[in-house]
């Protein structure tokens, strides 16, 4: 079995068509998202027709749900964006998507940890970048639902990694699909860059007890998502991160 896995799309339906091009060249019939699908500085209402036409299982990410939560007042301006275009049918489809599916037998799939949207699985805030967590804490944010799963597939983060826990799972981050890089100002303040603007993705394979995986990374035309963010409004980070996967110095 193959399953490709893709997270944090953050709207850049750019990214998205590319992927679905490459993974259908590649093969590949199986996709799973794992959220934060729409809020982003891109085409949010284009996003999430294009997951609804394919029919891909989606997982609900925490800016999904805050869409939904929250006070377009007091909503972020991706959040705003994403509230402002879709109707609020889409909007109930992302709040009604499940917090955690199994693609497969022993998969566990989530958008942060098993028992958070907000909380990242395989890192921690070290001096306001992400750092891998060391193992006592992923064993705690995996819980028993996690540490009895063959592998657990996982975002938020837009980090790109692979954990294999001692007695436990296989964790796998595939990095975010549309967004390369971030900075927040909230507690814990923290920043990430993929270091490049290409869409990445990962691929599960599972044959018998064997487990591997390939981290993607794809181009795709993202000075034509840059230029949306530019057209749409956002400062000059957000498309200087999406051009080349680094944050602007003053960031």
Aim: charged letters at 20%.
């Amino acid at each position: 079995m193959r399953l490709a896995v893709i997270t944090d799309i953050h709207g850049n339906a750019a990214a998205l068509d590319a992927m679905l091009e490459d993974a259908a060249a590649r093969g590949l019939r199986e996709i799973i998202c794992l959220g934060d699908i729409a809020s982003g500085a891109g085409w949010p209402r284009e996003t999430v027709e294009m997951l609804a036409a394919t029919g891909i299982p989606c997982i609900r990410g925490n800016h999904d749900r805050w869409i939904s939560e929250h006070d377009p007042a007091t909503m972020g301006k991706q959040d705003r964006l994403a509230y402002d275009e879709l109707s609020s049918d889409q909007r109930g489809w992302l709040l009604g998507l499940p917090t955690a599916l199994e693609p497969e037998p022993g998969v566990l799939a989530v958008h942060g940890s098993p028992g958070s949207d907000v909380q990242n699985l395989i890192e921690e805030v070290v001096a306001e970048r992400l750092r891998p967590a060391p193992m006592a804490v992923l064993r705690e944010r995996l819980g028993e639902a996690g540490m009895a799963a063959r592998v657990v597939l996982c975002g938020h983060s837009h980090r790109s990694g692979l954990v294999q826990v001692p007695g436990g799972p296989l964790v796998v981050n595939p990095g975010s699909l549309g967004l390369p890089g971030f900075r927040i100002s909230r507690e814990p303040a923290h920043r990430q860059e993929a270091g490049t603007p290409h869409a990445r993705y990962a691929v599960l394979h599972l044959d018998g007890d064997a487990v591997q995986v390939e981290m993607l990374a794809i181009a795709y035309d993202w000075e034509a998502a840059a230029k949306r963010a530019e057209d749409v409004g956002f400062n000059a980070a957000w498309p200087h991160v999406i051009r080349t996967g680094l944050l602007p110095e003053s960031a």
